[in-house]
Structure formats: structure tokens, C-alpha cells
């Protein structure tokens, strides 16, 4: 079974740019959550996708929104890039729930100069 | 404000040691996950523990969830270069829809 892939795997943009990144969940899977990895931060959930529906959110500014398809793959999209948006953004899918066993893709690293 | 603090930061130790690593919180969890990240990869599910005072044994991982669901261990008995990157707690609260990620430990084995 194909695990989860995320594209594209690195990309630089400058400041006030937007940017969009893409994640196909594991085939099966349902809920789509995405991640931001910093050095200072650590991992900090955005938010949560099921049946292409917004299920949860986490504490980021609404330059940051997502969406999913009705085949379950997902896209996250960051608006007005700053400096510290800057991070390794990381998808993560699971059978029905964000609580389950989730599985990481291997993230795509955004660069903001 | 991190919900979980993972100690110590970074680990530098040689193959065969062995050494623990700590997730703390004054939060209760309703599970508590781990997660190893190497680099340039998303993080891999090692466990997931659920009752207070749990262990959970993984080869030469042992993992212990504290009785009171508000902290978690993690040790590896002789250490391996393979057991190098970042590992990573994570936890859900009784209220929440999120996990909660750790600060992270980077552990470098040295052969």
C-alpha cells in the first residue's frame, strides 16, 4: 500500500507570495490533518479534514486554509507568506479520526526569503 | 507555551548505552503517543499508551505511561546507530480533537 505523498518536496517563495501544497492520503483513509515543523516550535497542528469538511482548526491565522477533494487528497494553501512561515510542512492521514493511527508523509520544506 | 516538555533536548551517547527520555506535562492526557522522525522524513508511530501506568514493551524500546496520564518515558536498552533522530510525544486531552506535540529529543548514537 502507497503511503502518503506530499508535493512538492521543497520550495522557496518570497515574502508576501502564497503558496500551495498538496497531500494524497494513504488509499482508505479519510482524514487529512496538516502540521507545521519549526526549530523553535516544534510541530503545531493547523488543522483536520474529513469528508471535505474543515473538522478542527488549530491556532494559526486565517492566512492559512486548506481544502480536500472528494478523493480524500488534500491541499493546504498559505496567503501573504512572512519570513516565519517559513517550516517544514507536514500531512498526516488516518483511517477516520485525527485521534487514530496517523501517518506522516515526508513533509514539504517551504523556504520564505 | 508547549502543552508537553520533552527532556533532555538533545542526547549524544555511544552504541550499547542506554538512556531514557522524558515527556512531561501538568496536563492529563487521554493517550499519550511516540514518534520517531528521521531526517528529511514525517515522524513514524512507535505506540500509543492509554492507561495510567502502562508499559509497552518494543524490542529494546520500553515506554511508560505515568499514573496520573500527565507524563511518559521512553527507554532504549543498548543503544544502536540505527535508533538516531528525533523523538517525538505526543498527546490528546479528554476535551481535545488535536494531538499535542512534545518539544522533541534528538538522540545521536555514535558506533
Known amino acids: 500500500k502507497a503511503g502518503v505523498t506530499q508535493t512538492p518536496r521543497y520550495l522557496i517563495k518570497t515574502r508576501g507570495q502564497q503558496v500551495t501544497l498538496s497531500c494524497s492520503p494513504i488509499s482508505g483513509h479519510r482524514s487529512v490533518s496538516w502540521y507545521q515543523q519549526t526549530p523553535g516550535q516544534g510541530l503545531q497542528f493547523l488543522f483536520e479534514y474529513f469528508s471535505e469538511t474543515q473538522r478542527n482548526k488549530g491556532n494559526f491565522p486565517g492566512r492559512f486554509s486548506g481544502r480536500q477533494f472528494s478523493n480524500s487528497r488534500s491541499e493546504m494553501n498559505v496567503s501573504t507568506l512572512e519570513l516565519g512561515d517559513s517550516a517544514l510542512y507536514l500531512c498526516?492521514?488516518?483511517?477516520?479520526?485525527?485521534?487514530?493511527?496517523?501517518?506522516f508523509g515526508p513533509g514539504t520544506r517551504l523556504t520564505v526569503l | 507555551t508547549q502543552l508537553l516538555e520533552q527532556s533532555p533536548q538533545f542526547l549524544s551517547i555511544q552504541e550499547g548505552e542506554n538512556l531514557t527520555v522524558y515527556c512531561n506535562s501538568s496536563s492529563v492526557f487521554s493517550s499519550l503517543q511516540w514518534y520517531r522522525q528521521e531526517p528529511g522524513e514525517g515522524p513514524v508511530l512507535l505506540v500509543t499508551?492509554?492507561?495510567?501506568?502502562e508499559v509497552k514493551k518494543l524490542k529494546r524500546l520500553t515506554f511508560q505511561f505515568g499514573d496520573a496520564r500527565k507524563d511518559s518515558s521512553l527507554h532504549i536498552t543498548a543503544a544502536q546507530p540505527g535508533d538516531t533522530g528525533l523523538y517525538l510525544c505526543?498527546?490528546?486531552?479528554?476535551?481535545?480533537?488535536?494531538?499535542?506535540f512534545g518539544t522533541g529529543t534528538s538522540l545521536t548514537v555514535i558506533p
Open positions: 505526543a498527546g490528546s486531552t479528554n476535551t481535545g480533537n488535536q494531538f499535542y
Open positions: 499508551v492509554v492507561t495510567g501506568g
Open positions: 498526516a492521514s488516518s483511517l477516520a479520526h485525527a485521534l487514530g493511527e496517523q501517518f
